[in-house]
């Protein structure tokens, strides 16, 4: 079977031996309303409410959303206005933490007998994808299509990270027993778990831990990224392809993160929703790398101290990794349910562009087969219909096509306006 294009990444996988360990319970966390693809919450607390760990602060009616809940107890100290990445604002919850963990009395495991009431507990555990995507989990497992395949993302194909990694073989256990139990309540038939095979440890066991269900398989795949972006693992994996237009689910597959299936796990037997998560801190400006368990809310600045940051002399800091990660405008904003690394880099290089040479790296890395230097000129022109028959909407923002540029154009980004204005358009 062909392979889709992609890049050859230097891995920088410097924490993959490095055991998980929880951050101490920060002084306050700030904890936006919106983690989460679709509408906001809005806080169902006050300010000066006492909270606990688990408890309920944020919810919605709206289809596309999510609760949101408390990973410290303590005292609501204020609810003000953020700023997301995306330019719009939600409110935003402040908790002076007690440094007592208490837990809600909320927290209890879900009854669960049917596909309705595991749906319903999977949106009320607040789980979103944990890829970077951070799509609502309960509206990922409730598809109108119907489904055979359910796919895991486990090819953490990004340099430097290596949470999902970390709970591969820390606690195989729930990433197999998560499967079963999406399979079960979903009457799934397969499973098929994605892993780039720069990773041994992890397959060995979880193909051992697998061993003993037929119905769940392990994939292994070139290092080649963006292995685990959506449609490439569908179709290294399984040979579908998911079209312009289309969902996973139009091909009879789910798609799930490696990590987001073990907290369903986790959950079942806990009733604990979604109030932390682990993530890799590394970069060349960070003396002590590490993966740590934070909770939701918790400052960068807390994450970067406890790694040993050098701040001073910080240039870049992301949110996740070097191809696809956000830039973090301030240190103390807060981790998010997506956040799957930190990364804080001594250089911010802006390198000078030049014109186009015509020379079709672009197009040889897309793994999409997408034409970058027809998609840009395009745009320039402002032709709407020539760039939907180019099929941008399908840009998936990998970055390949920008890394592989020897002009070093910005490749990628133009992509993202020429898919702006087709969208603009639409809504005229």
Request: with cysteine; glycine share 6%; charged share 20%.
């Amino acid at each position: 079977m062909k392979r889709l294009g992609g890049v050859k990444l230097s891995h920088h996988k410097n924490t993959e031996n490095c055991s998980s360990q929880k951050l101490p319970v920060p002084e306050k966390v700030r904890i936006p309303m919106s983690m989460h693809i679709g509408a906001p919450c809005s806080p169902v607390v006050k300010i000066k409410d006492i909270v606990q760990v688990g408890q309920k602060i944020g919810d919605t009616d709206a289809f596309m959303a999510v609760p949101i809940h408390s990973g410290v107890s303590g005292t609501v100290t204020a609810i003000s206005d953020y700023r997301m990445s995306n330019g719009r604002t939600c409110k935003m919850v402040e908790i002076t933490t007690d440094g007592e963990q208490s837990v809600s009395p909320e927290v209890k495991v879900p009854e669960v007998t049917d596909k309705d009431s595991f749906l319903k507990a999977i949106r009320q555990s607040g789980l979103v994808g944990m890829g970077g995507a951070s799509f609502p989990a309960c509206v990922k497992l409730a598809p109108k299509q119907s489904v055979d395949t359910l796919c895991i993302n486990a090819a953490e194909c990004e340099p430097y990270i290596t949470s999902d990694y970390r709970q591969m073989v820390e606690a195989p256990d729930e990433v197999i027993d998560g499967v079963r139990q999406v399979m079960k309540w979903l009457s799934i038939k397969q499973c098929i778990i994605g892993i780039e095979s720069n990773k041994p440890e992890a397959i060995r066991i979880l193909k051992e831990k697998a061993s003993s269900y037929p119905e769940i398989k392990i994939s292994v795949l070139p290092c080649t990224y963006p292995q685990g972006a959506e449609k490439v693992l569908i179709y290294n994996t399984l040979g579908r392809i998911v079209m312009e237009g289309q969902l996973p689910a139009d091909q009879g597959v789910i798609v799930m993160n490696v990590s987001s299936v073990a907290f369903v796990s986790r959950y079942l037997k806990t009733g604990m929703p979604m109030v932390q998560r682990m993530l890799t801190v590394d970069g060349d400006a960070i003396k002590n790398p590490c993966n740590v368990i934070v909770p939701m809310g918790t400052p960068v600045a807390d994450v970067l101290n406890f790694a040993e940051c050098e701040i001073d002399k910080v240039k870049k800091l992301l949110y996740g990794g070097p191809m696809m990660g956000m830039s973090i405008q301030d240190i103390n904003d807060p981790v998010l349910k997506a956040n799957n690394a930190i990364l804080a880099m001594k250089k911010s290089q802006s390198p000078k562009s030049s014109a186009c040479i015509h020379c079709g790296r672009c197009i040889q890395a897309c793994p999409l087969d997408l034409m970058p230097p027809q998609i840009c000129k395009a745009y320039e022109g402002k032709d709407v219909e020539a760039l939907q028959k180019l099929k941008v909407m399908l840009c998936m923002n990998c970055g390949c096509c920008t890394y592989v540029c020897p002009a070093k154009r910005p490749v990628a980004e133009t992509n993202q306006f020429a898919k702006a204005m087709v969208m603009a358009s639409a809504k005229k």
